[in-house]
Every structure is written in C-alpha cells, then in structure tokens.
C-alpha cells in the first residue's frame, strides 16, 4: 500500500510501515522535522498490522486502523501534532478515511467529519471537527476544498467547488439520465469530478470541473480505469487498447482526452502524484511524467529499490 502526496510518502509493506520525503511540518510522524531521503520505519504505538487505509494531504497524513481508530500527523488545523507523531483522532467508529489538499475527512457513524485549513475559509474555524449535516452517508470522495458524499440514493457536494457551499448542495442526477444504481466508481481532483457509469451495457464518463456542468465524455477503447490526487487539477485514465498496450491518458478542465504516452507494460496500478505518476507492473515499477514512462526497478521484490524523484525524493519498489 503505497501513498504519495506532493511532498512526502507512505508505504505499509507486511509489518513495516515507512515514511520518506519532506518533513517541515513532522507529516511522517517520527518526532522529528527533518527531511527523511530513504524509506525509514516510523515509530508508531499501534500494530502496522491494523492498518487498513493510508491518505496523505500537503502536510499530513491519516491513518484507519481495523478497530475503526484514526491517527493523524503533521499540520491539520494550523498546529502542529505534538511531538510530531501519529496522534489518536477524538472521533471514533470510523469506517473512512479521505484527505483533500490540506484537510481531512471521515466517516463515523453514517456522518461525515471535516477539519483542517482546506475548509476554513468554509465553516469560519480549523480547530475542531465539522460535522457535514448529511445523513445516512455511505462513502465520501474529497477534492481540493470539497467533499462529494454519497448517501446511497443521493450525491452531495460539500465545500468550495465553483462557488462556496455552507449547506451540502444535492447533484441533480435525473438531468444526467442515471441514479446511483449505475455509478460504478467516483473520483475527484482540485477542481473536478469524474462519475463512471454502466448503463444499458455501456460505461459512460461523466466529468466536471469547477463547478461546471457534468458532461459525457467519449473516448474509443474500453475498461476505463481513472486515477488522481486532490491537490493536482486533472486526472489519469488508463484505457485498454484492442493491440493489448495501454493507452495513458489525461482529462483536464477541457472535458477531452488526451494522450500522454502508451504503455506496452500491462499496468496493475496508478499512485496518482503532482511530480509525476507511477505505474506498478506485474514485475516493475514505472515512474511517468506527461511525456513517457522510465523503468525504475525490476523483479517486484517487495519494493526493495529506491530511486530518486522530483520533490518527494524517493519512490520505492
């Protein structure tokens, strides 16, 4: 389970958990504010063994672990964690976990908590968790300042997307001709959201950006599979070509997409990262800016390799 923000990384391998990158704000949570350069264990009190979801924002990190426990660290609410470590949420029963560009959100309880500098500006404070006045919540997908909520039936966005919402607006899913029985998966951006739809036997893009209108977007091969991060403002999609490559591609706020590079490597998995993307193969690890793909190590060896990269410093296999 690797997770990379823009500035620093996690990675749950077995029993070990490791940390490497920037550090100013204690974000890796080893009691320290020095930049990490190698992949180093960190000195958590939980078992690694229990932890079930990595998020990682600008300056933090979140952690759930199977007791239904959340552990933060770094800058959440403009003070840093003391000590620098993973301190213990006060929000328990939690069955979700998501990360905007500088916030954190939950799910406890079928309700959905918020805190951070993210959402400010939205609810007036930082230092304290916000409870989102939407029920019987089933799932939560975070962007730069907003929080899309799914309640089952119903799809919400909560924060700054377009223009500020104090009270969560409801998405009109009758004007896009589908309910939430056909969303097959919803990812967000900074400024987007992508809705994947199965309809009448056809997967169907649905995408927006800053507020705009959804708009269905056509493209030639199938299998979509879409990757992204909350602090860049475009998303990766990997589409199936008929010669067996894959096709990398990048939707953006101009609803189309374009190509980036094609792979002949089949592609497992995306870490969707602002300095560039990487690829996990069934026996690499390809690291991938918007021009091409470098092999980075080989022989998929439980990420025993280490290897420079822009701003993060390292990227592992």
Known sequence: MLLASSYHNLLLRGNEFLGWGKNEQGQLG??????????????????????????????????????????????????????????????ENITKIECGSNFNAIISNNHVFCWGQGIFDIVGYRDTYHKIPVE?????????????????????????YGSTTVDPLQIDLIKLHFNTENITDIKCCCDGIIIIVEKNGKTIIYASFDGSLFQNIDYDYTNPKIFSNPIDNFFTILLDM??????????????????????????????????????????????GSKENLVVHAYNNAMFPYYVKSARSNIVME
């Open 242 to 287: 008929p010669d067996g490559n894959t096709f990398i591609g990048k939707i953006d706020d101009s609803l189309t997409i374009s190509k980036m590079y094609i792979s002949e490597q089949t592609i497992l998995d995306v870490v969707a990262s602002p300095i560039g993307n990487y690829y996990l193969t069934n026996s690499k690890l390809l690291c």
């Open 30 to 91: 080893m009691f320290h504010t020095r930049c990490v350069t190698v992949p180093t264990s960190i000195p958590i009190l939980f078992n690694p063994l229990s932890i079930t979801s990595i998020k990682c924002h600008k300056y933090g990190s979140l952690v759930l672990t199977d007791g239904g426990i959340a552990y933060e660290s770094g800058i959440i609410y403009n003070v840093k964690c003391e000590l620098y470590e993973f301190k213990k949420c006060e929000v």
């Open 136 to 160: 019987f919540v089933q799932n939560i997908y975070c962007g730069g300042s907003f929080v899309l909520i799914s309640t089952g039936n119903a799809l919400w966005i909560w924060g700054r």
